[in-house]
């Protein structure tokens, strides 16, 4: 995990490399200050040399500079580094979420997709960091100032390690309990993520619900939870505080007691004892920082997880070694298919589906909320792959073809369609980026979009909001449906894609369809019978399993499913759920 991290430092290796180094530095010249203290003092001070008071002062000033230019280095290059560490991850973690499937999608969650990009990259190049700059420098300067202390004093040093073998246990037992609590207050974080997302995503319909109140309420006892946690946390390591300055000054005590008769019995230079003052602070100091340090990593510890997983995810689906890239014709034939959407054992919603579609035909498929017609369409774009059985293309298994080739050739437009902000134009080309306007213009009129399109006041450049907010449900659907036609592909799903365009409308497109596609192989969905009956022939689904195939006359007469609706939709009210489908 850690080496596969790693490897996203690339070109901020030497950023990498050179902060620790510079913090050495600074380290170095920080524990060589208090020496030149002690010279101040020692050969100028108490003799009266004023000529050596200069000198040391001189260099003092100069090693002050010197720290301070590699501390500033240092700070930089731990920026540099960790933001471009941060973004190198987050264009890998984009390019590998571009190449899942669907499946993979439904693995991780949108919102969980977000936040693992965002809040986990930036909680990693927080510690990244801090590390970079601290990882270094805090064993560092314990080390050079207790092999400095021992040089000076070995009885002074002996407080030395008293101090740091209290601070040390007290720190670590402290960092210890609190690690525990924000791995806690991380867990109750991502609930908090998926809650504000899901939240924000839907706000339209949490406002038509009036379910404000609720999800109100719902949204404080999450941040009530994490606020009480983090409090928790964070009090513990306040603590900190105290008992560090409890160790400085029983420390300063000790060492100006037992100093005094040092230099009583002239075992030790008043310069020296000053030293002595300075390191065993810097000492307590980084001990403080290596507790934090295990706080950071910690803290950074589950994010990292997360990140590894989106990175580590391997799409599903995958090319083919020798792929086709021809598609030869529109048919579809499913070959004895299963399908189930995990396969942990659960049932299958599709089960043993055997049909064959010739290219060119139109097929209408029906059934009830739940019955599988979006599965069942999904599995021959390749969107998901068939558990058993095998989906054909141009007498081919979908899973010879190149992706894209298949994708290009079998148009989709889902059942949850979107549009993306940009103008109309942009959004159309997304079918072919290289349509002309002519071409745009065209599908539009197939997909009886041009009619609206031509009344906005901008036309065809009218500008889409993210989401497609600023079209009503039916323009939106015939954009959608324009946009698949421009890709001028083999075959052409409509999963319930005329749901929200009234049936006039609905009729002109499939008229259009038919005169100026017939070429293409068409698969509608449908609710409403009416939009199906000019099929040349429809499928009846029922609990994923296929009830009826013929033409309309053929399922009026034998299928029992399909005569149900027929007539209550005919008789003026009712639609597929109402009677039949459901049973
Ligand atoms: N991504 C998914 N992961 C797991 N199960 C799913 C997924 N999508 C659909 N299902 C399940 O598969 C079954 C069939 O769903 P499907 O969407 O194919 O029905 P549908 O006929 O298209 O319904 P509708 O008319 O409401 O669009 C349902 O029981 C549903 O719960
Ligand atoms: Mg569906």
Known sequence: MVKKLASYIKEFKLATILTPTCAALEVVMETLLPLMMAGIIDKGITPGNMHEVYKYGAIMIAMAVLSLTFGIIAGRLAANAGAGFAANIRKAMYDNIQTFAFKNIDKFSTSGLVTRMTTDVTNLQNAFQMILRMCVRAPMTLICALVMAFSISFKMSMIFI????????????IVKITMKLFEQVFKRYDDLNESVQENVNAIRVVKSFVREDYERKKFNTAADNIYKMFVKA?????????????????CVLGIAWLGAHLIASDELTTGELTTLLSYIMAILFSLMMLSMIF??????LASVRRIYEVLSEESSLVNPENPDYEVPDGSVDFDHVTFSYNTSGTRPVLKDIDLHIKSGETIGIIGGTGSSKSSLVNLISRLYDVTEGAVKVGGKDVRTYDLETLRNNVAVVLQKNVLFSGSILDNLRWGDENATEEECIRACKLACADEF??????????????GGTNVSGGQKQRLCIARALLKKPKILILDDSTSAVDTATDARIRKAFREEIPGTTKFIIAQRISSVQDADRIIVLENGEVDGFGTHEELLAGNEIYKEVF????????????????A
Not at 295 to 300: D, K
Not at 453 to 466: A, L, S
Not at 567 to 572: A, E, I, K, M, P
């Open 162 to 173: 008293g101090a740091v073998l209290f601070l040390g246990t007290v720190l670590f037992t």
């Open 234 to 250: 964070e009090s513990n390591i306040a603590l900190n505080a105290p008992v560090m300055n409890l160790t400085v000054y029983s």
């Open 295 to 300: 706080v950071m990593i910690t803290i950074s």
């Open 453 to 466: 399109i031509t009344q906005m006041p901008d036309g065809y450049e009218t500008h889409i909001e993210q």
């Open 567 to 582: 007539d209550s939709q005919t008789q003026g009210s009712g639609d597929f759920d109402e009677k039949g489908g459901e």
